[in-house]
């Protein structure tokens, strides 16, 4: 697990955030986990929403970006497309969430990943994800 607070990197804030731990981080490869609790925006009930799941894929590339780039400000993306994408479940309330993304293709303003979600030793998602990095800075 990498010690750093999660905030400082990815443009989200509170209560919009779907991760809450970064485990590991490079140019290819990024893990992070999400305590899912109960109140959130994204839950419904006992379980973590649709929303939830791809919003916390898209967290783990923000991410990565802001771990990669701390010196600079913190870059706003967004989801231009997710193919193939399979949603097999939805996590429990209280379980963790383990996203790993996989950069394929960085270029032009354009970041293309494959991702991959496990709860409980089960596969919850996996889909493959177009984010656009654009040039605006969080204030």
Do not use: H, W
């Not at 400082?8 to 899912?36: G, H, R, V, W």
């Amino acid at each position: 697990m990498i010690d750093i607070d999660i905030l400082t990197l990815i443009p989200q804030k509170p209560p919009f955030i779907a991760i809450d731990k970064l485990l590991s981080c490079n140019e290819i490869k990024t893990e992070t986990s999400f305590k899912i609790v109960e109140n959130s925006i994204f839950t419904e009930g006992n379980i973590m929403s649709e929303a939830g799941v791809i919003e916390n894929i898209a967290q783990t590339c923000a991410v990565r970006l802001g771990y990669l780039n701390q010196n600079d400000a913190v870059k706003i993306g967004m989801i231009v497309s997710a193919e193939n994408l399979e949603i097999l479940q939805l996590p429990k309330v209280n379980s963790t969430l383990f996203t790993t993304i996989t950069v394929i293709g960085d270029f032009m303003g354009f970041l293309i990943i494959e991702a991959e979600s496990i709860c409980e030793n089960d596969l919850i998602t996996k889909c493959k994800m177009k984010i656009f990095l654009t040039e605006t800075n969080v204030l």
